[in-house]
């Protein structure tokens, strides 16, 4: 024990008290055993590895079972992370030998305590190597989960009493003297809800002036600018409502409205788009999943996108990308070593931006996606985003990176604060004021262990690169919920065509030249709008959809059923790999086109027109499984979508995918044999 002490900075005697996030190990029998993981100091948040740990892991200390019982919390369910404090005594001598480890720890029973719950008289301080912007996300998380948590108890009593309400409404007079009784309990309650947020905000601007106090000291040394500590401070979370139309007041709250709408502005600005095409933006815009606009250069892709986001209130940012793209590090950049910085990229700042902007929609177009292999640099993002339950996060580079920033601007900050106290300077002096005065700087020499001024400017500058980099590029960034991710590309010979395992996780649009389409049509569909054209909508990212799991598999779900039969009857005999992804995610865009007002048999053409033909690639000389030439299942393929599509309204589709595989079976011979769907 004393050894412990003296490696992870206690005084003889102390005792061994650590933070650390509480965590659950599955074991053989089912059961989950608990472990206390990465222990830091409590005041220090110095990180502790056991003395003869050559390894350098984060040490962890075993949790008794009725340590974990005891907690209000159910850790075995819960998904976000749980800080706890407790602390450590030495395993027994049994598990220290089998584990090899003298200094093994575990959690004294009795001493476990969540840090989700803050204490009255808690005042945080910056001290060692703690830095504020750690401060401050880790005490707003606290804050923030604990208003949410009494916010939604309310809720849930709330309506209760709106529920018991309504049922006593046949029985009014004899109830009177119960809803008196509710009214009185739910004034309670809302005065209790007042209180906790009250308190939740003093201590909220109790942090943020210690936050700002210590921030102007890193701006007096010089380590961080005026426009760094502004990203440090927290928000104020109000935001001003864009100017525009509401989409609760104006629009009824209706998703219909917004085609005819966006289709009425466009049209006054010469841009001659249909209601269908609009439709199924919107419907794709509500699912959360990525969709790719294909046609042919200069056809007006990301005029549509650009217009129909401008349409809704929202900011678009085009990314272009290069043929030179090899890995997912031209897409979201990498950390330079050397310079100990982050090496940004247009596209993780634009996610960065949306981040900063959650009251505004955000969409992100790569632009040419094709001009090199999508599945080389942005595979590992579309499988990021296949976790539907939860917000993906994704992970730009080691949180070492950022605690080696932490641990040496600590220590400056620690010795350059001795320096100012023995020689007397305020605290508002500067490193020039340091290096001035024969004193501070005779100090800070010896204690820094600098040999001259000149290593002392550069260690500065040294700090100062790293603590903007860590500012401006965390060590990750969770996926925005107001971000939509669309692609613009060319099926021609200098782009590279999209692999199955994209096609398999995106929604293809094949986007026709407006110069094709029937202007006069589209003409006679035009709305007269009572709304001024000029002003767009305003749509919260809120309004237009939260992004949900894909709805469960239902196999006596008509739609289900149809798009199963022909997987398994033509799609995998001609070689198409159709599987429960591609069916739930086509089920989604069918539950989301409804709200927009794509009837169920437009939304299921449009599924087989993003879903199926883009993957229709096949040589149909060869023969299927069952002996069965391909020429004649992709005949009966058509044959079956024929059929399912005979409610189908020609005139309101861009596109019918029956036309589409007549086109396509029409192509076979002149193609030797290729069906092809790209092929024109």
Known sequence: MDELRQAWGYAADDPLLAIGKLKGREISNGKKIFF??????PR????????????????????????????????????????????????????????????KCDVRRGSLRLLRKLPEDWVPAIIGDESPRLISAAAMSVIEAEIKTEREKLQEELGVLQNETAEAGGALNGLRHAVAGEERKLMTLQAKSEREIALMETRVRRLNDLLDQKGRRLVALGLIDEDDLAVLLPSSGKHSEQPGHSFQSDFGGDFERL????????YARGMLFSQAQLRDVLALVRTHDLFVLAGDSGSGKTSLIKATVESLGGRCTIVPV?????????????????????????????????????????????????????????????????????????????????RHTVVSHGLFLAIEEEVRKRVGLPETATLEDLLKNEEANRLLHRL????????????????????????????????????????????????????????????????????????????????????????????????????????????????TEFLVRLAREYLDPLGIEFGFRAIRQSLHYIDRARDVGVEPPEALNNVLLHKVLPKLVVDTTRQGPSGTKRAELLSDLRD??????????????????????????????????IANYWLR
């Open 36 to 41: 206390l993981e990465h222990l830091e100091h």
């Open 44 to 103: 220090s948040a110095t990180g502790f590895v056991y003395p003869e740990d050559v390894s350098g892991r984060p040490a962890s200390a075993f949790v008794p079972p009725p340590e974990v019982s005891r907690l209000e919390l159910d850790v075995s369910g819960a998904k976000e992370e749980i800080w706890a404090i407790a602390e450590l005594e030495l395993s027994s001598n049994r598990e220290r030998e089998k584990h090899k480890n003298p200094h």
């Open 259 to 266: 085609a005819p709408f966006i289709q009425a502005r466009l």
């Open 322 to 402: 290069k043929p030179n793209w090899t890995g997912p590090e031209d897409l979201l950049g990498y950390f330079n070593p050397i310079e100990r910085s982050y090496q940004s990229t247009p596209f993780l700042k634009a996610l960065q931006l949306a981040a900063s902007e959650p009251h505004i929609l955000h969409f992100i177009v790569l632009d040419e996606m094709n001009l090199a292999r999508v599945e080389h640099y942005f595979a590992d993002f579309l499988s990021l985003l296949e976790n539907r339950e939860t917000v993906p996060d994704i992970t730009l580079y080691t949180s070492d990176e950022e």
């Open 448 to 559: 820094g262990g600098f040999e001259d001024a000149e290593s002392i400017l550069e260690h500065h500058a040294r700090l100062r690169r790293a603590m903007a980099a860590q500012i401006r590029t965390p060590t990750s960034l969770a996926m925005p919920p107001n971000v939509r991710i669309v692609g613009a590309i060319n099926i021609d010979e200098t782009t590279y065509f999209l692999s199955p395992k994209v096609l398999d996780r995106i929604h293809v649009v094949r986007f026709r030249n407006p110069v094709l389409q029937d202007w006069s049509a589209i003409d006679a569909e035009v709305e007269e709008s009572d709304l001024d054209l000029a002003l767009p909508l305003y749509l919260p990212p809120s309004e237009i959809g939260s992004r949900t799991d894909y709805p469960r598999f239902d196999p006596s779900d008509p739609n």
């Open 640 to 673: 079956a979508v024929a059929e399912a599509m005979t409610e189908l309204d020609l005139s309101s589709v861009p596109e019918s995918c029956v036309v589409e595989l007549d086109r396509v079976i029409a192509g076979v011979d002149g193609n030797n044999g």
